[in-house]
Nanobody
Framework: VQLQAFGGGLVQPGRSLRLSCAAE??????NTWEWHRQAPGKQREVV????????DYADSVKGRFTISRDNAKNTVYLQMDSLKPEDTAVYYC????????????????WGRGTQVTVSS
């Protein structure tokens, strides 16, 4: 199983950006998707998660970021609106994936990061 994230780049404050992350390989079901980020000199943090129809967000991005998923395409998105310079970070996606019907616990897989820079 491999995850690959797309969509990072340089954007001005107040603008929007959408990240996507696709999972490929032997996938039976994806239970949980998460987006994380790590800014220079800071610890990695979870910014958004999607599990069993429920979404959750870090306080710093609530109301500005939206996580969504396309189960048919094994893909997750992160719509980032009203971006701020403090959103600058490397963004990573992760997924808890079951590779078969008897893989009850699943495993967590990570994609490579994509850089998001918010600057005028």
């Amino acid at each position: 199983v491999q995850l690959q994230a797309f969509g990072g780049g340089l954007v001005q404050p107040g603008r929007s950006l959408r990240l996507s992350c696709a999972a490929e390989g032997m996938i039976y079901v994806i239970n949980t998707w998460e987006w994380h980020r790590q800014a220079p000199g800071k610890q990695r943090e979870v910014v958004a998660s999607s599990c069993a129809g429920t979404t959750d967000y870090a306080d710093s991005v609530k109301g500005r970021f939206t996580i969504s998923r396309d189960n048919a395409k094994n893909t997750v998105y992160l719509q980032m609106d009203s971006l701020k310079p403090e959103d600058t970070a490397v963004y990573y996606c992760s997924a808890k994936i079951r590779v078969g019907p008897f893989d009850y616990d699943g495993m967590e897989y990570w994609g490579r990061g994509t850089q998001v820079t918010v600057s005028s």
